[in-house]
């Protein structure tokens, strides 16, 4: 970013502009840059400015290679409240299914699982549980739902009165998995031990305004840039 534009008086005619092209520059593999670097280095009020322009895009974006790493740092960068609106898009459950299985999208989903409350975990949770089998198929579905069991089960020992609950659920209990980890399988994932399944062509049959982004998922998963 050009240090003289970034200044008076040139700052808020620029921000201006970038606040009205923020998603397609977030989509751009220069303008990307442009947008992290504000969302690092402005206020608090222009970083507000960024993340509501982009409010009602962030599932498009989130898949996408550049956009999602503006996304991340959406969520890094801006006010609690505001990470809880971006989360709540985020976890409407088409939105959920298509990002979990997205080259790009499901680092979007585990970056979430970091940021968000205790009631969009347990929100996050519900979904993915109704959704497992599907889930669990997808190439990054399994790195999901362990990431997941692992958060909701610490928020369980963490809160007051945690023990008390966990120990009435039974040995290995977790948000997601209530009856305890060491099932008919023995000690396993949350992954091993559900049998929820819908059906493999469920996520398949999803049709949003976000592309064919669940049937182009690739068996490994690049590198995030």
Known sequence: ???QLTRPPYRQPVLVQIYAACGTMAQNRYGNYVVQHLLEHSSQEEVSGIVKSM???YVELGLHKFASNVIEKCMQQCMPDESIGIIDELLEER???????DQYGNFIVQRLIDYASSDQLSTM???????????KRCSYGPRIIEKLDMKTSFLRSTTAGA????SS???GSTLLNPGGLQGQGGPSSFAQTSSVNLGSG?????HTSW?????QQQQQPPMQQ
């Not at 949770?125 to 889930?135: E, H, K, P, S």
């Not at 469920?202 to 999803?206: A, R």
């Open 202 to 206: 469920h996520i398949q049959q999803q």
């Open 169 to 171: 659920l039974g040995p």
């Open 55 to 57: 409010a009602g895009q």
């Open 1 to 3: 970013v050009c240090p």
């Open 95 to 101: 939105a959920l299914l298509a990002l979990s299985a």
């Open 163 to 166: 023990a008390g609950a966990v």
């Open 125 to 135: 949770a519900t979904r993915v549980t109704a959704n497992l089998g599907d889930i």
């Open 211 to 215: 592309g064919n982004s669940l049937q």
